[in-house]
């Protein structure tokens, strides 16, 4: 993939003007936690979606993508695989534009299924921590 290419669609990601962050968790620790942060540092709205967690960096966390009470445009998935997968059948269901799977989340079932839903998918390259910037 060129790497316009992959800058356009980040550029189209991050016009967004809510972020969900799927895997989100409250251990500083894990990534999940970090790109939270990253966007909450960059002064963007975002939410976190984990069913185990009932609030991260003080910010209820909901369940899942259905359960989000205002739509969301773009998803960052900080996941296992197979969680994943789940996600971008909730993402087609509730209308997400774009979807960041971060490394380690991706396979490839997950992103041919968003793609093919017309979803814009960035995966396997850049990280949202890079790009947008990240202190801890």
Same mark, same amino acid.
């Given at each position: 993939?060129?790497?316009?290419?992959?800058?356009?669609?980040?550029?189209?990601?991050?016009?967004?003007?809510? +972020?969900?962050?799927? $895997?989100?968790?409250?251990?500083?620790?894990?990534?999940?936690?970090?790109?939270?942060?990253?966007?909450?540092?960059?002064?963007?709205? @975002?939410?976190?979606?984990n069913p185990r967690e009932g609030e991260v960096e003080g910010l209820?966390?909901?369940?899942?993508?259905?359960?989000?009470?205002?739509?969301?445009?773009?998803?960052?998935?900080?996941?296992?695989? @197979?969680?994943?997968?789940?996600?971008?059948?909730?993402?087609?269901?509730? $209308?997400?534009?774009?979807?960041?799977?971060?490394? $380690?989340?991706?396979?490839?079932?997950?992103?041919?299924?968003?793609?093919?839903?017309?979803i814009n998918v960035i995966h396997g390259g850049a990280c949202v921590?890079?790009?947008?910037?990240? +202190?801890?």
């Amino acid at each position: 993939m060129a790497r316009d290419t992959e800058g356009e669609k980040i550029k189209q990601f991050l016009s967004a003007p809510l +972020f969900a962050v799927a $895997g989100a968790s409250s251990n500083k620790n894990k990534y999940g936690n970090k790109v939270l942060r990253c966007y909450l540092q960059n002064s963007r709205r @975002a939410v976190p979606i984990n069913p185990r967690e009932g609030e991260v960096e003080g910010l209820i966390s909901y369940p899942s993508l259905k359960e989000l009470p205002e739509p969301v445009e773009s998803v960052s998935i900080i996941t296992p695989p @197979a969680v994943t997968e789940e996600i971008v059948e909730d993402a087609i269901k509730t $209308g997400v534009k774009h979807l960041w799977m971060q490394p $380690g989340a991706e396979s490839k079932k997950a992103i041919e299924r968003a793609e093919s839903a017309g979803i814009n998918v960035i995966h396997g390259g850049a990280c949202v921590l890079v790009v947008l910037g990240y +202190f801890d």
